[in-house]
């Protein structure tokens, strides 16, 4: 699947300091000053190098074991070490200057100053917290790691060491989102944790391990009210799933299934209100596809109704008109019980008036895209149905389907296998010329770009195709012959495109897995050579 699209700094700022006064409108002033008054004097603001660095991170040591015996000295009375806490602000403000010399970052790990600075995520004014947060949102941000990769390693290593993922999720159960300066921390957090996982993949199964962050992202995605952070943490919630089975098999035990179909079904008869909301809507059922991954999932899945759930927002026709196809498509792919339960609640109407190209038309199904997006999902769906349904009524039920009202649907399967293959062919032609530029393509490479080009729709709608001809059914078999002959195509050609698939059949999931799933083609390869 599709990973969730990096968020740029500028596309949601988080919430901004409204007392401070540096701050107006997303602008730092202080910056805009230095700059201003640098230009005046005909200098430049001055870049930070190594004795620079050693100048603020003393000044930030001296200004914390002030702050620190002030506390103990003073523990009951405020007043007493109010002043220290400004100055220990100030010096982390100071610190956020590195963000300008990544290559300074394995210098600033030397100097051991990041215990110190990572431990303050528990100081118990959540304030000195924040800054600590913000100070490594900027030192983590994208856009200063960028090309800086052994830098940005090493500092990411070293926080690790320090405990960071603990005391930053720590950290975000004593904040509170009524406060519009904590709500802008938990919003850095969130951030941080990305930036790492970016750095260092491991990061996302790391973080669910060592934290409670995942039971704390479960319950942000259930608040009804809509806001930047929900957004952000179904964003976060998203990427720890994808390309994860340890933190699919880890939410789905914590109830993350029925969680995420809970924050999903306020959308089943409306939709979202902004572009923000629907990006929201789309991490949601991203989250719900990763999590339909694992086997037990699935069966979670339908305990919790998600099959009624997902028939249900289909007949709405709202926005998550595709995504809840998706989610079908994962949910019903090798899980025969998914495929029952989908016949047995009536999905086969609302999934055929889909495959026959009657969509609910919006903005965002206009797209082009959207729609091939839409009817490649619904081949996928029809074909894991005929793969979980082998036998008795309800295989009776799906059948008749390609019957009713003069066979249109295999009309339209016939239609979908031209249009497909077409693709395929234009993509092998413009393949051919480009081995006449010299730019060679070994066979697994032409393979690859050709199932992007539909190849692998293609080899679905055979394998359709195959289950329908087996069926015996002399009405079927004879419009399909009708509609070859009629593309001056014959059953040798289905069947070629059903060899190829099956000589492709990969054994990730183990040789008896390959084994079974090269015996089912090999039936309908057999069926249409004769």
Partial sequence: MEKPQKRKRDDTPPPLDAGDATVENGVDLSLLEAIEKSAQNGGTVAVLDLRGLKKLVLSFERRLRDN????????????????????????????????????????????????????????????????????LTDLTDADVLEDNDEPAAALIDSLLTNNVLELLVQNIGRLSEADPDEAAAIYNTLAIIENMIEVKPAVAEMVCERT???????????VREFDGNKQYASEILAILLQNSPANQKRLGQMNGVDAVLQAVAMYKSKDPKSSDEEEMLENLFDCLCCLLM????????????????????????????????????????????????????????????????????????????YQEELEERIISLIASLFGGIVRGSRRDRL???????????????????????????????RMDELELDDLEMDEEE?????????????????????????????????????????????????????VEYHDNIGDLEGPEEKDRAQAKVQKFITAFGT
């Fill in 68 to 135: 620190l015996e002030a506390r103990v000295m003073h523990p009951d009375q405020p007043d007493r070490f109010a002043d220290s806490e400004v100055e220990l602000h100030e010096e982390l403000d100071r610190l956020k200057a590195l963000a300008g010399a990544p290559e300074l970052y394995a210098d600033f790990v030397a100097l051991n100053v990041v215990p110190s600075i990572v431990g303050l995520l528990g100081h118990e004014n959540s304030d000195i917290a924040s800054d600590v947060v913000n100070l």
């Fill in 212 to 222: 409670k962050l995942l039971r704390w992202l479960l319950g942000r995605i259930k």
């Fill in 294 to 369: 694992p086997v037990e999932n699935k069966e979670r899945f339908m305990k919790s109704e998600g099959v009624e759930l997902m028939i249900i927002i289909m007949k709405q026709k709202k926005s998550a008109y595709g995504s809840a196809i998706r989610a079908l498509d994962f949910a019903m792919t090798k899980y025969p019980p998914a495929c029952e339960r989908f016949v047995d609640v009536l999905g086969l109407k609302t999934a055929f008036a889909a495959f026959m190209g009657k969509i609910p038309m919006s903005k965002k199904n206009k797209k082009e895209r």
């Fill in 399 to 429: 059948l008749s389907k390609f019957v009713e009202n003069e066979c249109e649907k295999i009309d339209r399967l016939m239609e979908l296998y031209m249009r497909y293959s077409d693709r395929v062919k234009v993509e092998s032609e």
């Fill in 446 to 498: 032409r393979y690859n770009r050709r199932l992007e080009a539909g190849l692998y729709t293609l080899q679905l709608i055979a394998v359709i195709l195959g289950h329908l001809w087996s069926s015996e059914h002399p009405q079927m078999q004879s419009r399909i012959e009708l509609l070859l002959r009629q593309q001056r195509l014959s059953k040798k050609d289905v069947k070629d495109i059903l």
